[in-house]
């Protein structure tokens, strides 16, 4: 009964740093996608995918990079982290990209100094 | 201008009674129509799904949606404690583009 699982839960990071974020699920979703989730700004789509091997950004995607070597694993790379990515980070997956039933992970908290 | 807008509160109700939530949006190609509901620092899960216009109940919980007016409304009867959360709004269009309003706390005192 896992659905979707992010780790780590927390994290901080210096300026400059790099860290990935992971994702899984274990519901054989095709659909997996990142959100950033700020003050007043809602949740923001970075990253997401239809499949294995296909990713394709989203509406804040400027440093970060992701990959889809699996249908289970959706991981989210942070290549220098800035001041600006701290953020709540959700994970979600769906059975399809169009009807909108997202499962969401329970987050990952990240505080980049 | 955001394409989803929803007051983010805190809306504060006393237990029993009934809390009204809306949200007004700007694209007509808009056709999926969602609400989520988040406990703090806990993921959103998906309360309420409606396609298109019309009323959908479930127990408690009334979502509204009216394509025409491009404004949907949540409804939560005989409001309890535990239904102290935020509320996301959500839509998304036939090419699976998504949009997520702010969010509204609610706040039901005993």
């Known amino acids: 009964n896992a659905g979707v699982t992010q780790t780590p839960k927390f994290q901080v990071l210096k300026t400059g740093q790099s860290m990935t974020l992971q994702c899984a699920q274990d519901?054989?979703?095709?659909?997996m996608s990142w959100y950033r989730q700020d003050p007043g700004m809602g949740l923001r789509l970075i990253h997401y995918s239809v499949g294995a091997g296909i990713t394709d950004q989203g509406e804040v995607p400027n440093g970060y990079n992701v990959s889809r070597s699996t249908t289970e694993d959706f991981p989210l790379r942070l290549l220098s982290a800035a001041p600006s990515q701290t953020s709540v980070y959700f994970c979600?997956?769906?059975?399809?990209?169009?009807?909108?039933?997202?499962?969401f992970g329970e987050g990952s908290r990240l505080t980049v100094l | 201008q955001k394409e989803v807008e929803q007051d983010p509160g805190p809306l504060s109700v006393p237990e029993g009674a009934i809390v009204s939530l809306n949200c007004t949006y700007s694209n007509s190609a808009f056709q999926y129509f969602m609400w989520y509901r988040q406990y703090s620092r806990k993921g959103p899960e998906l309360l309420m799904y409606t396609y298109s216009s019309g009323n959908k109940e479930d127990g408690r919980f009334t979502a509204q949606v009216d394509k025409s007016s491009k404004y949907i409304s949540l409804f939560i009867r005989d409001s309890q404690p535990s239904d102290s959360a935020t509320y996301l709004c959500a839509m998304s269009d036939s090419w699976g583009k998504f949009q997520f309003g702010a969010g509204t706390q609610v706040v039901v005192t005993p």
């Open positions: 979600a997956s769906s059975p399809s990209r169009v009807t909108g039933e997202l499962f």
């Open positions: 519901m054989n979703h095709e659909y």
